[in-house]
């Protein structure tokens, strides 16, 4: 027999095969009486849009409703239907509809260890299988592509013993491998939901698995309640059961067979999640050493799925360190990783973070030019709703440039966006920075009125743990206007929400202005014990970035007190910790007090390197032009007590990394010419 013959007699067997089993399908449904869950799998996406119309034709006595959720990060089955189907399904009489379910191949499989699928919906739909067969008037179809099949095969255990039709169709020809869905985003917030999910998922763990369920089985099933339970409580910013959650399930992983993978791929997995809770608890060290072990594991099993993201969230951890530089070798990493592996849908989040380290290193144009980098790849990759957290970051980056109208029109295009996806737990940070941004202009009422709104959706939303920023930064607000008292209250109200949420990180920030409060009450005492609560919080914490400024602060009590020893050595911490941390031109205002200092104890000296040097670190926009002019009309007070040649030699040696030009420009400033030589 021919080639060609060999191929129509192989054909030819196919669809008779695949017309017996679509008349097994179309007998086994049309005669169900009640509502019922089954599977139908194919191996190409055409011959599934093939079937679904002959399904449809030869089951007349049902009604029919498509439900496409492949645009949606689905976390929970039973939610997405509830949320798309039209009231005229969710309301039918019994089996009047079937309803056939697709699309939700991009919610489980692109981004975990091989071998595991991504997100929960599969050990959701685990928990959920009762209320999926049970819980809806009509005969749900799922239609699966069988790579997605075999995810929920072998991780949604429970789930598939129920399924009474599993239907395997398949044709001769495959297409090309389609591209990597999106990975889903998790919903995030405390909600009432969320905390009922948890007691469910906690009560469940309780229940012993099924007499005689194998136990390799019972384990795995275990592990899927686990994982699910780590992502509720992480979402609820519950972090130490979260953590607790992962650590049995590592130990868990660890009894799984070696033959199969699982030990590995379950054990990557739970070290991932370990380094991301490690990570939002500020456990650097932990953090780090769980990442390693998980892309130890993943290189054991040769998987790359998940190697980039590893590297990126390792970035995200150097970066929380200020160790900038690494970070940005690790974001690198993951960069070059997922364009290898054909992941592109997370190369945007990647971009994003380098903008985010290049906005705290001052380097703007840089950041920017990542951000854009940001929004084409999250474009290209169909993430377009994930574009408004980008265009949000933009916005900071032209407040922080004193660019306030550009920074408004982008946090507006960011809460458009976010509106239009339904991502509105993001919604709540907006509206905190367009108040920021207001307060900045002096523009207080509308401040005020931005700031609530953001209260009101983190409340909606379950964003609980970011209220305390809001309430510190209303306090900001009537501090400005020199309502102090009324300051004092939000900041107390802002410190007790970060203490119940776990902003303990935060709390410094709030001491440091309540320091700054009191001082301007004249309660000097108070002031200084609440700056040297802040420092030891700081410290304590590892959230050193804002050390320099408190450190200052106390300085500049002390100084007004006339204690000028305890004011210099707070100075000069100031000084240390701002060059320390790439901050140095921060450093300005410290050595320009420095200096006034040193000229009521007439140390010339002294006097005039501080001064130099506050204008040094205070020329590229750090000192405001009358700032500037104070720290040049304090020069002119020092010099006539120098020696002209002294003073100048020490000019020269303060600037000598500017241009001659520059150099000379403020020389000529500085210096009368009978001192100039």
Known sequence: MSGEATQGAREETRRAREEELLTELVFYLSTRKRPGFSVATFNTFHLRDRLIPLVISRIPGLRHHRADLSGQSVVSLRRALIETLPDEVLRSSPVEYMVHVTGLETSVTGGGPDGAPVGDLIPNMNFERELLFRGFPFIILLWLDEGAARLFRRHALDLWDWVAGEFRFEEEQRPAPREEPPLPLPPAGDLPERRARIAELEARLLVPPLEGTPPERALRSRLNLLFLLSRERLSA?????????????????????????????????????????????????????????????????????????????????????????????????????????????????????????????????????NYQNAIEWKKNAGNTKDIGSTYHQIGMLYEEQKRYEDALKLYNKSIQINKENNIYYQLGATYHQIGTTLLYQKKYDEALKNYNYSIDWKNKTGMFHELGLTYHQI????????????????????????????????????????????????????????????????????????????????????????????????????????????????????????????????????AWEHVLWALFHGRNGAFTPAQEEGAFALSSEILPHLDPARARERFDAVFAPLSTEARDALAARLFPPSAQS
């Open 237 to 369: 910013r519950n972090l130490s059961r979260a953590k607790s959650a992962l650590l049995e399930a590592r130990d868990i992983a660890l009894q799984l067979s070696e033959d199969t993978g699982d030990r590995a791929a379950f054990g990557a997995e739970a070290e991932f999640r370990l380094g991301d809770v490690c990570r939002e608890a500020r456990e650097f060290d932990e953090a780090l050493s769980h990442f390693d072990a998980s892309l130890a594991l993943q290189n054991q099993l040769g998987a790359t799925s998940n190697v980039g993201g590893t590297y990126h969230q390792m970035g995200r951890v150097f970066e929380e360190q200020r160790r900038f530089d690494e970070a940005l070798e690790n974001y690198q990493k993951a960069i070059t990783l997922n364009k290898e592996a054909g992941f592109d849908h997370l190369i945007g989040f990647t971009y994003h973070q380098m903008g985010v380290i290049l906005q705290k290193q001052h380097k703007f144009e840089d950041a920017e030019i």
């Open 475 to 606: 306090g900001n607000i009537y501090h400005e206007m020199n309502d102090h008292n009324k300051a004092l209250v939000f900041y107390s109200d802002a410190i007790k929400l970060k203490e119940r949420y776990g902003r303990i990180t935060e709390l410094g920030d709030t001491y440091n202005n309540i320091g700054r409060t009191y001082y301007e009450m004249d309660r000097f005492d108070d002031s200084i014990k609440n700056y040297k609560h802040a420092v030891e919080l700081s410290i304590k914490n590892k959230r050193t970035n804002k050390l320099g400024v408190i450190y200052h602060n106390i300085a500049v009590v002390y100084q007004t007190l006339k204690k000028f020893n305890e004011s210099i050595e707070y100075y000069q911490k100031a000084i240390q910790c701002l060059e320390q941390q790439d901050l140095s031109h921060q450093s300005c205002y410290s050595y320009l007090y420095l200096s006034k200092i040193f000229f009521v104890m007439e140390d010339w000296d002294s």
